[in-house]
């Protein structure tokens, strides 16, 4: 299994400019998971699917975030306009059918600059 | 008060030596409970689960107090290898019928040669 697949890996843009980052989760895993992680925050959820059906967004910080599950296999958080405060990494995860007691899988992240 | 609460350290520690690390939650409903480990500029990676009967693995032993909603890691005989940052995570039921993780913001070990 290749596990959860994220691009880019890095990603260095100018302030106002439009970023989407991308996510593909293990085959057969019905959760997706959006997480940002900083140094100041520590790994915050920003978003949750389940069945590509958005459960919980209580953590997307304000409108100029969003994302998409479109199907099983893909989903997208883009930033528009970006800010410099939204440098940080940012984790996709994934999970199987259940009630999460079997951890998640992260994928390997994307460090994400603001200029 | 903070949902997950853990000590940030760092924990210096010398080869070989026995450290433990404590984690505290506040939502008496969380369902499972997870250590993860996170090297640094990589992603946070599963290291084991957390049962109430406790739980070994090799060198890491991990217990659950659900009386006073604690977890607890503990590693034996450090190696250099084991430095790394643990986070610890909880599982909470949602209304939905749904669930989701928190985690803590992670303690930070340095095992020194």
């Known amino acids: 299994d290749a596990g959860v697949i994220q691009s880019p890996r890095h990603e260095v843009t100018e302030m106002g400019q439009e970023v989407t980052l991308r996510c593909k989760p293990i085959?057969?895993?019905?959760?997706l998971f959006w997480y940002r992680q900083t140094m100041m925050r520590g790994l915050e959820l920003l978003i949750y699917?389940?069945?590509?059906?958005?459960?919980?967004d209580s953590g997307m910080p304000e409108d100029r975030f969003s994302a998409k599950m479109p199907n099983a296999s893909f989903s997208t958080l883009k930033i528009q306009p970006s800010e410099p405060r939204d440098s940080a990494v940012y984790f996709c995860?994934?999970?199987?059918?259940?009630?999460?007691?079997?951890?998640?899988?992260f994928g390997s992240g994307t460090r994400l600059t603001v200029v | 008060r903070k949902e997950v609460e853990q000590d940030p350290g760092p924990f210096n520690v010398p080869e070989g030596a026995t450290v433990a690390f404590n984690c505290t939650y506040s939502?008496?409903?969380?369902?499972?409970f997870f250590w993860y480990r996170q090297d640094c500029r990589k992603e946070p990676k599963l290291l084991m689960s957390?049962?109430?009967s406790g739980n070994e693995d090799g060198r890491f032993t991990a217990q659950l107090n659900r009386a006073s909603q604690y977890i607890s890691l503990l590693i034996r005989d450090s190696k250099l290898s084991d430095s790394a940052t643990y986070l610890c995570?909880?599982?909470?039921?949602?209304?939905?019928?749904?669930?989701?993780?928190?985690f803590g913001t992670g303690t930070r070990l340095k095992v020194l040669a």
């Open positions: 995860a994934s999970s199987p059918p259940g009630t999460g007691d079997y951890g998640y899988t």
């Open positions: 085959s057969g895993h019905n959760s």
């Open positions: 699917f389940n069945n590509n059906v958005p459960i919980d």
């Open positions: 939502n008496s409903a969380s369902q499972s």
């Open positions: 957390v049962y109430s």
């Open positions: 995570v909880v599982n909470i039921g949602l209304a939905s019928g749904t669930y989701k993780y928190i």
